[in-house]
C-alpha cells in the first residue's frame, strides 16, 4: 500500500505532525515529483497552501491512499482531541461538477488511525461527519487532525502521536476489504457511528449528520455508496428527524440495506454477501420489525459459506409451523429448541426478551421436510411437561396439562392462602376433618393447536372425568 502524506506549510498542526514524522523514522530526501522525502512506501508531500482547497492534488502523485495531517478547529469542543473524517461538499456551495461533490473514502484506513490513536494515548478520539474540501480527489483519502486551539496544535505529544498513527498505515494491510457502510444521522460529531466502528469487524464510509440530511439527493447518496464502496446502511435513528423515511426509502430504493448495531453483531460468521441478502429478503418480506434479532443457524451458515448455490438467490418462505407450538416449546427447555434450530436451515427472528417469532426458510429447500423436523423435535420436547397427541389427519396438536384450579377449591370451601399453596403444589389438606386432596381441584386443560397456523382453542374439565375434544 502506497501511502502519502500531505502536510500545509500555513498548517500549525500540519508541521508539528511532519516534524515527528522526520523524527520518527530515517526518511530518504527525494530530488524529482512533489514528494520532498520517502520512507518505504510512505511519501511526505509539503503543499505551500491551504490543504482544503488541494483539490485534483492526487493526479501528480503514484499512491494508493493520500492523508491530509491537519488541524482540526472548534470553538465548542475545548482541550486537546484527535479527529478523523472524510471530504466532500453535500451543501452544493462549491459543487465540483461531472466528477460529483464528494472525495473518495478510505474506510480500512480511517477505521485504523481510530483505533491506532486510540489506543496510543488518553486523548479522545473523534470521527466527524463529512465536510469541507478537498472534494475532486478520486484516490482514496482522509483527514486526521489535532484540535482544537493553538496551543493544542503545537503541543509535541500530540504531534508525535499523529505521526506514530499515520506510520502504522505503512506497516498494516489495508487491502483487505472491509465490510462497510455510509453512516447517517447524529451530531456532527459521529458518536454513535465512532462507537459502532470500535465495537465490530466493519468500517465506515462517508458519514453524513442529521443537519446535512436535507441536501442529499439521490445522486449524492448513490455517490457516497460508490465512493465508500459500501454494502449497507447504519442510521443513528434517534437523530435523524423527518428527513429518515425518505433517506431510507432512498438507500433501499438503490438496493442496499439498512442495518442496526444488533445486525451487525448477530451476523457472527455468516460471510456478509449472503447475510445482506437475507436481509434483503426479509425486508421484501415485510420483516423483521426492529425491535428483532435476525439469527442465522449454524446448519444454514455452513451451507452459505460453502457457497452453495443457496448464495446465489436468497429468497425467504416462512415455515409452516404455529408459532405457539414453538414458544411452548421454548418454555418448556429453550436450550434443547435452540439446538434444534441450529441443526435445521433456518433464520429465525428472536424478539428483545429472547423468545422466537419467526422462522424461515431458503426457497429451494424442502420446507415441507423442515418442518416435520422442527414438529417431531418440538413435540419431543413438550413430552417433557405435557401429555401430547398429534393428529396427522386433522394437523392438530393436542396439549394436555393438570392446572390447579380456584373455583373447585373455593367450592370445597378452601380460603385463598397458604392452603392453596398447598394444593397447588400437590399436597393435600385438611379442612373440618375433610381430607381434601390435589385432583379434587385440578382440572385438566387439553388445548387444540392448528399445527400450520396460530388457531388454538382449549377446554376446560375436571380432571377426572373424560377428555373433551376441540374438533374446530
Given at each position: 500500500m502506497r501511502v502519502a502524506i500531505?502536510?500545509?506549510?500555513?498548517?500549525?498542526?500540519?508541521?508539528?505532525?511532519?516534524?515527528?514524522?522526520?523524527?520518527?523514522?530515517?526518511?530518504?530526501?527525494?530530488?524529482?515529483?512533489?514528494?520532498?522525502?520517502?520512507?518505504?512506501?510512505?511519501?511526505?508531500?509539503?503543499?505551500?497552501?491551504?490543504?482544503?482547497?488541494?483539490?485534483?492534488?492526487?493526479?501528480?502523485?503514484?499512491t494508493d491512499l493520500l492523508v491530509f495531517a491537519s488541524r482540526h478547529q472548534s470553538e465548542t469542543r475545548k482541550g486537546p482531541v484527535f479527529t478523523a473524517h472524510f471530504t466532500g461538499d453535500v451543501s452544493g456551495l462549491t459543487r465540483k461538477g461531472s466528477n460529483g461533490v464528494l472525495a473518495r473514502a478510505a474506510p480500512c484506513a480511517l477505521k485504523l488511525v481510530v483505533e491506532t490513536l486510540t489506543n496510543l494515548s488518553n486523548v479522545e478520539v473523534l470521527v466527524e461527519a463529512t465536510h469541507h474540501g478537498p472534494s475532486a480527489i478520486e484516490t482514496p483519502s482522509l483527514f486526521v487532525e489535532i484540535g482544537s486551539t493553538k496551543p493544542e496544535w503545537n503541543d509535541e505529544a500530540l504531534g508525535d502521536t499523529v505521526a506514530r498513527a499515520?506510520?502504522?498505515?505503512?506497516?498494516?494491510?489495508?487491502?483487505?476489504?472491509?465490510?462497510?457502510?455510509?453512516?447517517?444521522?447524529?451530531?456532527?460529531?459521529?458518536?454513535?457511528?465512532?462507537?459502532?466502528?470500535?465495537?465490530?469487524?466493519?468500517?465506515?464510509?462517508?458519514?453524513?449528520?442529521?443537519?446535512?440530511?436535507?441536501?442529499?439527493?439521490?445522486?449524492?447518496?448513490?455517490?457516497?455508496?460508490?465512493?465508500?464502496?459500501?454494502?449497507f446502511a447504519y442510521f443513528d435513528r434517534k437523530h435523524m428527524g423527518a428527513e429518515r423515511i425518505r433517506i431510507e426509502a432512498t438507500v433501499h430504493d438503490l438496493?442496499?440495506?439498512?442495518?442496526?448495531?444488533?445486525?451487525?453483531?448477530?451476523?457472527?460468521?455468516?460471510?456478509?454477501?449472503?447475510?445482506?441478502?437475507?436481509?434483503?429478503?426479509?425486508?421484501?418480506?415485510?420483516?423483521?420489525?426492529?425491535?428483532?434479532?435476525t439469527n442465522v443457524s449454524a446448519s444454514l451458515r455452513d451451507a452459505l459459506n460453502a457457497r452453495t448455490p443457496l448464495e446465489d438467490r436468497m429468497e425467504l418462505t416462512p415455515l409452516a409451523l404455529n408459532p405457539s407450538i414453538v414458544k411452548r416449546a421454548q418454555n418448556v427447555d429453550d436450550e434443547a429448541l435452540l439446538k434444534l434450530i441450529e441443526s435445521e436451515k433456518i433464520v429465525y427472528?428472536?424478539?428483545?426478551?429472547?423468545?422466537?417469532?419467526?422462522?424461515?426458510?431458503?426457497s429451494g429447500r424442502d420446507a415441507q421436510k423442515i418442518r416435520d423436523e422442527m414438529?417431531?423435535?418440538?413435540?419431543?420436547?413438550?413430552?417433557?411437561?405435557?401429555?401430547?397427541?398429534?393428529?396427522?389427519?386433522?394437523?392438530?396438536?393436542?396439549?394436555s396439562e393438570r392446572k390447579f384450579n380456584p373455583r373447585l377449591a373455593r367450592s370445597l370451601g378452601v380460603t385463598e392462602g397458604p392452603l392453596y399453596a398447598k394444593l397447588a403444589r400437590g399436597e393435600s389438606i385438611n379442612i373440618d376433618d375433610r381430607i381434601i386432596k390435589p385432583e379434587d381441584v385440578f382440572t385438566k386443560v387439553r388445548k387444540a393447536i392448528n399445527v400450520a397456523n396460530a388457531d388454538v382453542r382449549s377446554t376446560v374439565t375436571p380432571f377426572a372425568d373424560h377428555e373433551v375434544e376441540d374438533t374446530k
Open positions: 500531505i502536510c500545509s506549510e500555513v498548517d500549525d498542526a500540519s508541521q508539528n505532525i511532519a516534524r515527528h514524522l522526520l523524527k520518527r523514522v530515517r526518511w530518504t530526501r527525494s530530488s524529482e515529483g512533489p514528494a520532498e522525502w520517502t520512507y518505504g512506501n510512505v511519501q511526505l508531500v509539503m503543499v505551500k497552501g491551504k490543504l482544503i482547497d488541494q483539490e485534483a492534488l492526487d493526479q501528480g502523485l503514484a499515520l506510520l502504522e498505515l505503512e506497516s498494516r494491510s489495508l487491502g483487505i476489504p472491509c465490510p462497510t457502510a455510509v453512516g447517517f444521522g447524529g451530531p456532527h460529531y459521529a458518536v454513535r457511528h465512532a462507537d459502532v466502528l470500535l465495537s465490530s469487524d466493519i468500517c465506515f464510509g462517508h458519514i453524513f449528520a442529521a443537519y446535512q440530511l436535507e441536501y442529499l439527493t439521490r445522486e449524492i447518496i448513490r455517490e457516497a455508496f460508490e465512493k465508500s464502496q459500501a454494502q438496493g442496499f440495506e439498512v442495518l442496526r448495531l444488533a445486525d451487525i453483531q448477530g451476523r457472527r460468521d455468516v460471510s456478509w454477501k449472503p447475510y445482506l441478502k437475507i436481509k434483503r429478503a426479509l425486508r421484501v418480506y415485510g420483516l423483521p420489525a426492529e425491535a428483532e434479532k427472528l428472536e424478539r428483545k426478551d429472547g423468545t422466537i417469532s419467526t422462522m424461515l426458510v431458503p414438529l417431531n423435535g418440538c413435540v419431543e420436547i413438550l413430552k417433557k411437561r405435557y401429555q401430547i397427541e398429534y393428529s396427522q389427519q386433522k394437523s392438530k396438536l393436542y396439549i
